[in-house]
T-cell receptor
């Protein structure tokens, strides 16, 4: 079956760096997405990886290893506003998104 | 960037009534829109894929007669929860794609059925 695994919750300190891991098993692969979702709000797009390697976008970076079925989202210089859930989603051969349950990130001062 | 607008953001209704939620792509044409449901502390659950001018494709376990989806134009899809019950209370989110990569989400609609 198809599956996405990511930690349920993580805690980090303001100004620090945190890495949120995601492993996936899908029927075929057409890209890995990361979304940010604040409580009570809809998700917002953060990143998209389809080739192996690191994609950097400001304070956020996303990494993909297709051979390992693995991705991570790296958040640098953490700010209190980064407290949110981070959703990992993989797109399968039918271009359907398979969603992880999300990682709740708690930022402490 | 592309914007998807969803309305209403919050709705409270009595059990047995029907509720309609609208999803509009404001600055692009969306041939496909997606409807999700999200329960507290859980991930998005795809309910159905809505294609303009054709019947929606429902995911397994989603009652098509209860969750009516209409995609009448390239910028509007509607979800109607018919004969709503308290267990239908949830956060409903629509999304649309302007291309091959990015999905744009509406603001979400929180439905509370009393």
């Amino acid at each position: 079956g198809q599956n996405i695994d990511q930690p349920t919750e993580m805690t980090a300190t303001e100004g620090a760096i945190v890495q949120i891991n995601c492993t996936y098993q899908t029927s075929g692969f057409n890209g890995l997405f990361w979304y940010q979702q604040h409580a009570g709000e809809a998700p917002t797009f953060l990143s998209y990886n389809v080739l192996d390697g690191l994609e950097e976008k400001g304070r956020f970076s996303s990494f993909l290893s297709r051979s390992k079925g693995y991705s991570y989202l790296l958040l640098k210089e953490l700010q209190m506003k980064d407290s949110a859930s981070y959703l990992c989603a993989a797109r399968d051969s039918n271009y359907q998104l398979i969603w992880g349950a999300g990682t709740k990130l708690i930022i402490k001062p | 960037g592309a914007v998807v607008s969803q309305h209403p953001s919050r709705v409270i209704c009595k059990s047995g009534t029907s509720v309609k939620i609208e999803c509009r792509s404001l600055d692009f044409q969306a041939t496909t829109m997606f409807w999700y449901r999200q329960f507290p502390k859980q991930s998005l659950m795809l309910m159905a894929t809505s294609n303009e001018g054709s019947k929606a494709t429902y995911e397994q376990g989603v009652e098509k007669d209860k969750f009516l989806i209409n995609h009448a134009s390239l910028t509007l899809s509607t979800l109607t929860v018919t004969s709503a019950h308290p267990e239908d209370s949830s956060f409903y989110i629509c999304s649309a794609s302007a291309g091959d990569v990015e999905l744009f989400f509406g603001e979400g609609s929180r439905l509370t059925v009393l």
